[in-house]
């Protein structure tokens, strides 16, 4: 039937539209690639017809039957199809944008790579549309239920989810880029390879959360719930973390240059590779299973085992976590406490590779009865002659190595004041008050010059709780302090003077610097402290604005630095 000949039916009106219908069949009316501008169509029926490839812009389809129509690949763009019946509708590849669907019913409608840009969806319930490939770009999805649905490779660009549902929604390959959520809840959301550039999620609960492989840069995370998201192959350069929450947190070849730690977000933290990961990720952990139980040759060579790991991979630190019956024999657990310059989530796959090789060697020796007795012989000896010479070794190749450590600087104030007379009795009642102090929380590489120290710690809550025995012991002998605390890598260096390793690097400095900012008696710590030792439970941090002394890299003198001060809870 000739396309201008139904134009000219449609234009008399709905009333004789609809009884012209009535005398074909549907398959006889086929409008595709017709093309209808700002024409009043309200209650017309076109249920059951063929309108592919049409062109309608501009029209009202107020009330009017589309039930079952076939407007694949149609332009539909702003159209009014308020009350409209599109239930079955046949809507792939087409083009709503900008229309207005108040009340109308999509139910079953099919919508596969879908444009449905800068609508708005309020009042209509959208969580039976197959969403999945659309374009939402620049619509109004507040106060949608959401939850589980999929929304994977659509272009959400500046949708508005505010109020919105998405609990556990699959937002996988998704464009979310200045997508709006607020007050939306988003937590177990799959998030993978999303695009968020500078999305607002600050406060937001995205506890579960999967962000691997996302674009997360800028993204502001300030007061949000982190807790067991997973960040894997994510990009977090940018981001705002200022009091996020990160237990039980999933980091795994992160990619962080910078991040802002500070309330205001300007106040930026420069990171090395893989540096944000080895600070903040949880401890990497390996886990060996032994069938029956843990015979007495595999428990006596553990300590060797855990030798050999850590000279196969230098500048760890590799202690035992546990050892635990669990079904069908014993779980023997590693911890690695320090990681040196590798990358966390590699080293974790090498040295699980590695332990299970040693294991099962371990577990050929439980069939072999004449090695087994010798090496229960010669245990004890193979130890006293290894210990030594590994000692040695490593004294040998300290010097040069890069480490991760807790840098404390603690400095007396009115030193120069004090008289000749009394110099040196409260120079030795000083250090004789901190010597088992220092004994107590394991500080490493002491540097004690005068009435100043510098010590480390291989983490920040033994290096916290002993800064605050410092200063209670001290402020109770009479003696006025300053101590600064920083954490960060830190190269070990052979010192021409002293002919003794010595320390350097920008955490040394940070250190220095925050302790020459503290007033007399406050315990300065950095945003790196903070994170990494409130989980302990143990402090309360105060944050406080400083004025630098001296430059330090970027910032100048007198610029204003957030850190924390600390109280012993």
């Known amino acids: ?46 249920s059951k017809l063929s309108l592919r490839h049409s062109k309608i812009k501009g029209c009202s389809f107020k009330g009017a039957d589309l039930i079952s129509a076939n407007m694949e690949s149609a332009l539909l763009t702003q159209n009014d199809f308020t009350n409209a019946k599109l239930i079955a509708v046949q809507l792939s590849d087409a083009d709503l944008s900008g229309s207005i669907l108040f009340n109308a019913n999509l139910l079953t409608a099919v919508t596969r790579r879908t444009k449905l840009e800068n609508i708005d969806f309020r009042g209509r319930d959208i969580s039976g549309l197959s969403l999945r490939g659309v374009s ?24 508005n989810f505010r109020n919105a549902n998405l609990t556990q929604a699959l937002l996988t390959n998704a464009n979310l880029v200045g997508a709006s ?4 809840k988003i937590d177990g959301a799959i998030f993978k390879n999303a695009n968020l550039t500078a999305c607002d999620l600050s406060k937001q609960d995205l506890t579960g959360a999967d962000f691997t492989e996302a674009n997360l840069q800028d993204v502001d995370f300030r007061e949000a719930n982190l807790n067991k998201t997973k960040l894997v192959q994510t990009n977090l350069s940018g981001s705002k973390l200022w009091k996020i929450s990160t237990q039980g947190w999933t ?21 090395r590779p893989h540096e944000f990961e080895r600070i903040f990720a949880e401890s990497v952990t390996i886990e060996l299973r032994y069938p029956y139980r843990l015979a007495d040759h595999e428990l006596a060579t553990l300590p060797i085992f855990i030798e050999h790991l850590t000279a196969v991979h230098w500048g760890i630190i590799l202690r035992l976590k546990s050892i635990s019956d669990v079904a069908g024999g014993a779980l023997v657990q590693f911890v690695v406490e320090e990681i040196g310059n590798h990358n966390p989530t590699e080293l974790k796959d090498q040295l699980q590779t590695e332990a299970e090789r040693i294991q099962l060697a371990q577990l050929v020796l439980r069939s072999n009865t004449e090695l087994h007795l010798q090496l229960k012989e010669k245990i004890a000896g193979i130890r006293e002659e290894f210990w030594p010479r590994l000692l040695e070794l490593a004294a040998d190749h300290e010097t040069g190595q890069t480490r991760n450590l807790t840098i404390l600087f603690m400095d ?7 008289k000749n007379d009394e110099l040196s009795d409260k120079l030795s009642l000083f250090r004789g008050l901190l010597k088992p102090i220092l004994k ?16 480390t710690f291989k983490n920040a809550t033994a290096g916290l709780s002993c800064a605050c025995m410092m200063r209670n ?19 070990l260096v052979h010192n021409e003077v002293t002919d003794v390793p010595d320390l350097e690097g920008v955490a040394v400095n940070m250190a220095a610097r925050m302790e020459a900012a503290a007033d007399p008696g406050d315990v300065l710590v950095s945003h790196k402290i903070r994170h990494y030792a409130e989980r302990s439970g143990l402090f309360k941090f105060t944050a406080k604005q400083v004025s630098l002394k001296k430059d330090i890299g970027d910032l100048q003198q007198g610029e204003l630095v957030e850190c924390f001060a600390v109280e012993m809870l």
């Open 1 to 46: 039937m000739d396309i201008d000949f139904l134009r000219n039916e449609i234009k008399k009106g709905a009333k004789s539209w609809n009884s012209f219908r009535k005398l074909l069949p549907a398959h006889e009316i086929n409008l595709d690639g017709i093309e209808l501008i700002d024409m009043k169509l309200d209650d017309y029926d076109f």
């Open 136 to 159: 939402l770009a620049g619509s109004n999805l507040e106060s949608q239920e959401l939850s589980r649905i999929d929304f994977s490779g659509s272009n959400l660009q500046k949708v």
């Open 181 to 184: 959520f607020r007050d939306a």
């Open 251 to 271: 980091l795994s070849n992160v990619i962080c240059n910078s991040a802002f730690w500070d309330k205001s977000g300007k106040e930026k933290t420069v990171y």
């Open 412 to 418: 007396l104030k009115g030193f120069s004041k004090w």
């Open 440 to 455: 107590k929380w394991g500080a490493g590489h002491p540097n004690m010059e005068g009435d100043s120290l510098r010590v």
């Open 473 to 491: 012991v001290l402020i109770a002998a009479g003696f006025e302090l300053r101590i600064g605390v920083e954490l960060g890598e830190v190269n």
